[in-house]
DNA sequence: CATGAATGAGTGTTCATTCAT
DNA sequence: AATGAATGAACACTCATTCAT
């Protein structure tokens, strides 16, 4: 058996390699969620790293949107794995609608710095990034199999007739206003925003 | 009664100062709506303007952040005009909201730039530009303005007993998140929205 | 005899033309006083003269260089009249020179910003702007009187030997340097500083 | 014994970067001497310096203060070791103020353009740019220095009753005056200028 | 594998000046 | 005689990116 050396790969790339990137990431993502998007520039996520220059950060990452894309895909590899350890028993449609925005707003608590990022990233990069717009894919994706759910549950007959793409669509907005308030106030409750949220959405798409 | 002249004043502007003005503005509004907030330079809003210089910005405004407050100023009264249009002889809570969640959204059929731009410098001047902050008041003042309206609304035992800040939470996020993809989903109906989205908020705060 | 009209002319100019100029002139001192040559652009300065545009001074004056000449010109014409009214009984060299040491420290108390604006012009312009060399002749012209005036008294023998330019320069040199002093020393006292130099410069040029 | 690289350090800096950034203070100075103040932009620095944009003077300044800053810490530096050279072994104070005059003055000869572009920048600086106040204490410094000095002078019996503050102001005044000359007369002769100054002074300060 | 140095386009802003009215 | 509007060059400074070592 060989010794390890800094050559052992994963993934395509070296160990060292993958935690280089990796402790990029993580500065960038403080920086964005501090900084807001335009004020993350490759200087400041950099210095947040502990980095001495920014020459490195073009090293490891194709360019800005190489790093931003992966900064998306950690978040969203983070988010998927809670929201995943939150969900796996529940069976009924409703049920796992209020954990999901339950879930959703945990988040808030356990990565707050990961949920404002995220949120800062996808406002900022909308439209202006034509080369970012390949990390939307992944939401919509996310919202398809909602909306599919919530088809579900209308043929089980848990769920009224609606639009589920409007339901999905109301519900992750809410989700995303109470991420927004709860960057900037301090007192936001999450807990009781999650109840509040959850009944509200149980009784706007329960049959009767 | 004396000729008309270039230096009439109105508001302490001359006309034609005022003009420039509203022309620079709406070129900002649609710069930002086209190309987000970090795409909006002078160089760019001068060029969708047709003026042959950012210096035209800069003597006709402060500075930028003088011109993003008007940008807000003017797409803040645009909008105030037309909900007010829509609103004012409702009685009750329910259909008010009613109401509230159709103008909005027929908002984005009227002045579909002027919403993805206040939009787009919400969400960018949130954290960033700390000059910026005190656009949000107007804002805030809106919803503290809607909450009262839902405690109204469960005195008069319209509204079922729920946390009026978490239902203008959920209705505001949901109207965003809505005005979001109508900019980039050219297929979006936003009257069928509007529609389910009432239903779906009627039900979820009406008493029984 | 005409009536009094706007078009009456002294020395080429309209009455109220020379008024604007006095006004802007009197601005452009107080401007470059307090806030150094640097600072003075047209916009300060109209602000100051209380215009509302700087095109104002520009259709005054056939460029920044006419202006500064103007004032350096203007300044000098109070000095020259406010030194040749302290200076003209005295009769011994020595007294004229103890004469013009307390004259020139009297000028910072009754005229502090003209002595100021000049001093920034002179300094500011000494080898900047190729136009503005014109206004030292009027200064060197002085000198050149001063030393001739030394020699005189050295041919008296009233004034031992030196150079007199030497003596010429060191007066001013110190002049200067108390003006400079001055300006941002509020407790400098001027009297007391102009009997200590018109001692130190007696007893270093005196026969004896 | 390790090899020399580029990375070796020396005060926290490269090599290299220490080397970078005196290029860029000796142009600066140059380009002060020459030009003036205001007309020292990082422009005609980066010109006079090979360097083709100014982006490499603002990547090694911090910005303009930080670099004018270097430029007046360099000239005293310089200044601070010539004069050193020149005065450490003469013991009464009037003979120390006679080589100070001296040494001056021969500075002249020696860096004429730090001379000048010292010069340049306090007279700018007095007032204008508020962040490059701190450069002014180092030199108040040495004139209180000088004035105690003086004192000493006086208790020695060396030295006749005056104010040390006006004889020190008179004594750099006249050099400062000297400096101002030297720049434009070529013909001025140094060491003349030297001599009838020290002996001008010593009579002035002299005991009887 | 890493980095310090360099680049050049782009940022918002100020400037003296011009000109039609 | 006066002025508001416009101009375009210059300013210090930041940016993501490249590259030799």
């Known amino acids: 058996m060989p010794a390890k050396s800094s050559s052992d790969k994963q993934g395509g790339r070296t160990f060292i390699e993958s935690a280089r990137r990796a402790q990029i990431v993580d500065a960038a993502i403080v920086v964005i969620a501090e900084q807001g998007y335009a004020g993350a520039s490759f200087a ?31 978040v969203m590899r ?32 356990e990565y707050p710095k990961h949920q404002r990022a ?3 990233i996808v406002n900022a990069v909308h439209n202006e990034d034509p080369e970012l717009r390949g990390l939307t894919p992944a939401m919509t994706a996310l919202a398809t199999e909602q909306e599919r759910r919530i088809r579900v549950g209308q043929e089980q007959g848990e769920i009224r ?7 999905v ?5 809410a989700l995303n206003e ?11 409750d999450t807990a009781a925003c999650a109840r509040e949220l959850a009944d509200l959405f149980d009784r706007a798409a329960r049959k009767q």
């Open 44 to 74: 400041k996520i950099a210095k947040q790293a502990g980095l001495s220059s920014t020459g490195m950060i073009s090293y490891h990452f194709k360019g800005k949107d190489d790093l931003i894309r992966e900064v998306v895909a950690e």
């Open 178 to 188: 109470a991420t927004s308030r709860a960057a900037f106030d301090p007192d936001f």
């Open 118 to 120: 995220l949120q800062t």
């Open 78 to 109: 983070v988010n998927g794995e809670f929201l995943l350890s939150k969900m796996d028993t529940e069976a009924s449609v409703l049920g796992r609608l209020r954990l999901y925005i339950t879930a959703r707003l945990a988040l808030l608590d």
């Open 169 to 173: 669509l109301a519900v992750n907005g």
């Open 161 to 167: 007739q609606l639009d589920p793409r409007v339901l």
